[in-house]
């Protein structure tokens, strides 16, 4: 039987009880007096309480004690007495076992209740992804169910539908409104070459996908099994609260004994009042709370990440991330976009173009084709050239337009002279670190081109955010000195760390954690052992696949700028773990006292029912407070740079 059926039957039963209490002193009795108690009791002690019992008896089997242990020891010490007290015509309290056990399941459908829509969230975005696609076979689009797609098949998709599988766009364009997947809310323009994620919405186009990811390799499913294995892990902080638990429940046993023996043999007091005083302490300092404190806190800020595009892959990351002093970034594809672009164009920006689009058209060099892309953004088209030739070392000449055409690097300047002013811009743009391509006709530079990796658009403001946090950025590339050190000055990186070897990331790392806990942010296979090296690894939404699995927190929006909000959201959940812990150990310190009948001469006093129901709202503080991290602000305020 599921908690929620168990709580309304005990609900159910206890209500006639509940009208006895109250309305006794008018002189209404409940028919059939305390042998109906009786019945309604033990119906509860049986069903309802039962599964209390049982896992209190298997704790104590592998000499542990448990929260149930406490729950099963008051209710069955309240449900025993009151059958002796019965059977020796003295008063009886039935009614408390099985209030007890009505508040205390209340606690656990409250639990429940949080489980349930955290896993509800996860369920509704998996159930986002299309049910069929329009697929090509034999020549012709026709309708499969989703689980019919395989690899590389060509999928059409028509404004409106959605994506079905993640793939590239081989035919058409289009934007797509990948906000339930990444949480980014503007629509993304797509084009031929363009990667697309299932289940996210075509708006205007349609176009031709190739299927690369299928079934469970989608984004979409590795999103819900990342964030399902999430809120299942434990942080380590939860391990203290174990030892916590087995070592507060025989306490408090030994409490509630010594209440009973004060009260009996000291103070005089009946076995029915001494008992009563013992109960309401075994109750009281149930620490359910302390078992919701850490998963709920959990399965909330999870879900909330996963709504943003950070997925935390398991608990163990909280706490690292609240002792984070150093960030170190990977730089190509981290920091820069991870291809080479034009920057600058020297000259007749047209006729250099078009002549070295021309002479580069055939070239796989990704130089070329930086130059071919930026022609291509200019509608500039490559002309027809002649005679192509390669000049060793140092680039290509053709016939072009009835003129010779070269484009080469600086070891052309040997055969060809270039004038002072373009001299002195090769100079300005080598000291920013830029690859500079020489562009010549008919024995003469016409102009240069300059090319670089250039930081994304985002970088700077994420690298400010961080520092505004007082955290130290670092940099560690195998790129050369002036290159790192130009994109560097450009983002606003702290230390540059250049000439790195692959293998050796994760020992400089290593150096790093000297001085405290370091966050890595990185995305290529070479950054994978710096990402399990460093005490919070942030792999990149659209690294390689050895990166993602190496990260402890995944950013599925490749957007530096949620390096800030993941470390945010992190450090936001762990301390609410915190104060989750605090206010349900405040719960049972205040109240242990006044169940124990310290007060008892002001006339403050706790029955166990009443301690059965504030345990009960201890929970609901617990789970609220869990809850009110979804309106937890998330990431600090900096003007963009």
Known sequence: MTVTKRFWLSLVLSL??????????FGWMLPGGN???????????????????????????????????????????????????M???????????????????????????????????????????????????????????????VLNDVIRVKPGEKVPVDGVIVKGRS???????????????????????????????????????????????????????????????????????DIFVPVVLILAILTFLTWFIFLDASVARALIFAVSVVVIACPCALGLATPTALMVGTGRGAKMGILIKNGEVLGAVNDVKTVVFDKTGTITV??????????????????????????????????????????????????????????????FD?????????????????????????????????????????ERIIGLIAIQDVAKATSAEAIAKLKARGLKTVMLTGDNERVAQAIAQQVGIDEVIADVLPGDKADQVKAFQQTGKVAFVGDGINDAPALTMADVGIAMGSGTDIAIDAGGIVLVK???????????????????????????????????????????????????????LAMAFSSLSVVTSSVLLNRAKIGSKVQPV
């Open 16 to 25: 006639p009880m509940l009208a006895n209490m109250i309305l006794m002193p």
């Open 35 to 85: 042998w109906t108690q009786l019945g309604l009791t033990t119906i509860i002690m049986v069903v309802s309480a039962g599964p209390f019992a049982q896992s209190a008896w298997a704790s104590f089997k592998k000499h542990h004690a448990n929260m149930d242990t406490l729950v099963a020891i008051g209710t069955v010490t309240a449900y025993l007495y009151s059958l002796y007290a």
């Open 87 to 149: 059977l020796t015509q003295q008063a009886v309290f039935f009614e408390s076992a099985a209030f007890v056990t009505t508040f205390v399941l209340l606690g656990q459908v409250f639990e429940e209740r949080m489980r349930n829509n955290a896993s509800d969230a996860v369920e509704k975005l998996a159930n986002l992804q299309a049910k069929d696609a329009e697929v090509l076979r034999d020549g012709e689009f026709v309708k499969l169910p989703l689980s019919a797609v």
């Open 175 to 245: 934007t797509v409104d990948e906000s339930m997947v990444t949480g980014e809310s503007m629509p993304v323009a797509k084009q031929v070459n363009d990667k697309v994620i299932g289940a996210t919405m075509n708006s205007t186009g349609t176009f031709l996908l190739k299927a690369n990811k299928v079934g469970d390799q989608t984004m979409l499913s590795q999103i819900v099994t990342l964030v399902k294995k999430a809120q299942n892990s434990h942080a380590p902080i939860q391990k203290l609260t174990d030892k916590v638990s």
């Open 338 to 399: 991870g291809q080479p672009q034009v920057t600058d164009i020297v000259g007749d920006e047209a006729q250099v173009l078009r002549i070295a689009a021309s002479l580069e058209e055939s070239s796989e060099h990704p130089l070329a084709a930086a130059i071919l892309k930026r022609a291509q953004a200019a509608k500039i088209s490559a002309q027809p050239v002649s005679g192509f030739r390669a000049i060793e070392g140092k680039g290509v000449a053709a016939q």
């Open 402 to 442: 009835g003129h010779n055409g070269f484009v080469g690097n600086h070891k052309l300047l040997t055969d060809f002279k270039l004038d002072d002013k373009l001299a002195q811009q090769e100079i300005r743009l080598q000291n920013e670190a830029k690859t500079v391509v020489f562009v010549g006709l008919d």
């Open 558 to 612: 490749n957007d530096l700028r949620d390096v800030d909000k993941a470390l945010a959201l992190s450090r936001k959940t762990f301390n609410r773990i915190k104060l989750n812990l605090f206010w349900a150990f405040i719960y049972n310190v205040l109240g242990i006292p006044v169940a124990a009948g310290i007060f008892f001469a002001i006339g403050l006093t706790l029955s166990p029912e009443l301690a059965g």
